[in-house]
């Protein structure tokens, strides 16, 4: 995927439609749609019931005849008429109308690392039966390096980890392209069924998915809970009833420690893969970690331990791919020009 920032500047809109989450940024306005790539339908009707934070609450909680979708897998559009009637819920009126004021309209959409054409395909038809004249791809790990302010365009290596919800991209960038890349199918999912198989498992207890957030913030003692044994409420394998268990969170840090390797492997194959002269610069400036499973417990120590460089967490690591793609759409990102006449 090449990109042309003077194309780019020519976009009114950057989309990043993820497994787990869509976002949209609109020139001149910033982020207008952070919500859950998720559509709940009417299966008798067809009809669309709910999009976004209201369809997710609806999740697992649904009667026979309503069905709660995805219509992204992996980063890829699996069903193009659901992604359309997603965003154009999502989008609303304050899009459309901006669409129609605009018959030649651009949009530019993140794409994930080495996606197959016809996943490409997917993503262009998706936009564009929502109006986009013209549709420019972006690699993620492009979008997502620029919006966490790495030097992308100068001629030394930055290293990026987009870990989110179905893959893991990783990539070393010089002069504005990725040197060397690859996609992990591991990501936020993998991690989340880890910890579910392991109560399931260890304590006979099936967890609810959104009990699974809880769980990760005890794991880091953030969010006001503090690390140690912790109390999850699930239901018995067995009688089916309500049981609250105590949970070692050593061990279910444990339990998410093998998919975690395969990130790592992932790292060392692109370390490997690169010219000593940029391995060398990353020991100063080091990894930095993107996409919202960044912020997994223990993801950041053990990339640290496992490669002794430097890790940093992005500042929003969930939204740096669309702001990424939001500054480039703005011309807030200048290429690197070459002065043939400089000494
Ligand atoms: N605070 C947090 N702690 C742990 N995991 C988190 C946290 N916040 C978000 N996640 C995880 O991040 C994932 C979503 O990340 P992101 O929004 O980058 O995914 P996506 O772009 O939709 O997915 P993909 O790039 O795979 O298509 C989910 O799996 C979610 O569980």
């Known amino acids: 995927m090449t990109i042309s920032l003077a194309q780019l500047r ?32 009417n299966v008798r009707t067809g009809a669309l019931l709910a ?21 992204v897998a992996n980063g890829t559009v699996v069903d193009i008429d659901m992604a359309q009637r997603l965003l154009r819920q999502l989008v609303g009126n304050k899009l459309r109308r901006t669409w129609r004021r605009r018959p030649t309209m651009r949009a530019a959409i993140c794409q994930p690392f080495g996606s197959e054409p016809l996943a490409q395909r997917a993503a262009v038809e998706t936009l564009s039966g929502l109006g986009a004249r013209r549709v420019e791809l972006v690699d993620t790990l492009v979008a997502a390096a620029v919006g966490c302010g790495l030097p992308v365009e100068q001629p030394e290596a930055t290293m990026i980890v987009v870990c989110g919800a179905g893959t893991t991209q990783i990539a070393v960038l010089s002069l504005g392209s990725i040197v060397a890349a690859e996609t992990v199918a591991v990501g936020g999912n993998a991690i989340d069924h880890a910890v579910v198989q392991h109560l399931r498992q260890h304590h006979a207890v099936h967890l609810a998915s959104r009990a699974v957030r809880p769980l990760h913030l005890m794991l880091s003692g953030t969010g006001g809970l503090a690390a140690g044994p912790a109390e999850v409420h699930g239901r018995d394998v067995v009688s089916g009833t309500t049981r609250c268990v105590q949970v070692d969170t050593d ?6 420690a093998t998919p975690l390797t395969a990130i790592l492997d992932g790292i060392g ?65 200048e290429p690197m020009y070459l002065d043939p006449m400089a000494p």
């Open 10 to 41: 020519r976009c009114s809109v950057a989309v990043d439609i993820g497994a787990s989450r869509t976002r949209i940024y609109l020139k001149n306005q910033g982020l207008i749609v952070d919500e859950p790539t998720v559509a709940a339908v």
């Open 51 to 71: 999009v976004g934070t209201d369809a997710a609450v609806m999740d697992g909680r649904t009667p026979e005849y309503i069905r709660v979708v995805r219509p």
């Open 251 to 256: 061990r279910v840090r444990h339990a998410i």
């Open 269 to 333: 194959s692109v370390l490997r893969r690169c010219p000593p002269d940029l391995v060398a610069d990353l020991g100063e400036r080091g990894i930095m970690l993107a996409g919202g499973s960044a912020l997994i417990p223990g993801l950041e120590s053990m990339i640290r331990e496992a490669t002794t460089v430097p890790v940093h967490i992005a500042d929003r690591p969930d939204t740096c791919a669309v702001q990424g793609l939001g500054a480039m759409i703005e011309g807030k990102v």
